[in-house]
């Protein structure tokens, strides 16, 4: 464990002191200084006591507040504006690197599904999480569930009562008509050979605080639902904590279908589901791994594992 983590752990059980820490390490006392100097410039901002040295009580947004008391094995990089979470996520991927999630505080190049418009200005929670999971490519759509199911947990935890429509976006309110207000979105991405994922990016976009004037219509952000802001900080910790509970080991995967079943609108709807080749209109009655919604056609079932879903109200039949 490197002198920076290590530091991070020993500061959730209280004041450490600087020596006590270097013995317990056995790194020198300037390369602990080294650290707690990184964790400031990173606006993580220690303080130096008579007792040594204590974690600020309400952490700002950025890496190390992210990982401060993260009961999760993922490493945060965090920056004040990237054009995309999801474009720095497959660099770091292309490197090599794994385990890590990619937060940025505003997107200036963001993009949506299809590669649609995704408004993502300072006072979201944007990101992308890098992952290399020992599983087969057919299984890559479970993550995306996954990711679905761990921001709804995020909002919920927050205070606002989200829900899932297939696939993947997070919505609240209205659950009973045409699916709700837009709070989040997921895009996931994958590099793989025939047997197996090679990386795995799961891009999660939250309006988080933001004014719900700004955004599309249809959208809405956290705060306009919960009626003030949203602590991000904890919102990112707990999205990833949740994530890997679900998707972090392959022999706990079978977790997810329940999971998303539990905290989705589309099941028992009527649903017109526009795919590349036509419509599917009946009611959707399940999903099936690795994420296909079943279609009720009253002509029988049909599976489709992609495409665009609304709900609809029994006028629009």
């Known amino acids: 464990m490197d002198t920076r983590r290590a530091l991070l752990d020993a500061l959730e059980d209280g004041p450490v002191s600087g020596p006590a820490l270097a013995a317990e390490l056995d790194v020198s006392r300037a390369a602990v200084w080294k650290a707690v100097e990184a964790l400031r410039g990173e606006g993580f901002a220690v303080a130096s006591t008579s007792e040594g040295y204590v974690a600020p009580g309400d952490p700002d947004y950025c890496a190390a507040g992210i990982e401060f008391g993260l009961d999760a094995p993922y490493a945060v990089e965090h920056h004040d504006s990237l054009p995309s979470t999801n474009d720095r996520a497959r660099e770091l991927a292309g490197e090599g690197a794994g385990g890590v999630a990619v937060v940025a505080d505003e997107q200036t190049g963001s993009r949506g599904r299809l590669d649609r418009e995704w408004v993502a200005p300072s006072g979201g929670v944007w990101l992308s999480l890098v992952v290399r999971p020992d599983v087969p490519p057919a299984h890559a759509p479970l993550f995306t569930l996954a990711a679905a199911v761990a921001t709804v947990d995020a909002c919920r935890e927050a205070g606002v009562d989200a829900h899932i429509k297939w696939p993947n976006d997070v919505l609240v309110g209205d659950s009973g008509g045409r699916g709700g ?99 599917v209109t009946g009611t959707a009655v399940d999903v099936e791994s690795p994420g296909a919604l079943v279609v009720d056609t009253g002509d029988g079932t049909r599976r489709v594992h992609a495409g665009d879903c609304e709900h609809l109200r029994d006028a629009d039949d």
């Open 181 to 279: 207000r837009k709070l989040a979105g997921i895009l996931t991405e994958m590099e793989g050979e025939a047997d197996r994922v090679s990386w795995l990016v799961a891009g999660v976009g939250v309006n988080a605080n933001i004014d719900a004037e700004t955004l599309p219509a249809g959208a809405t952000s956290l705060r306009e639902e919960f009626g003030g802001p949203v602590d991000r900080r904890r919102f990112a910790a707990t999205l990833l904590e949740r994530f890997a509970a679900l998707a972090g080991e392959p022999d706990r995967m079978d977790r997810i279908l329940p999971a998303w079943r539990e905290r989705a609108s589309t099941l028992g709807r009527r649903v017109r589901v526009e795919t590349s080749s036509g419509s």
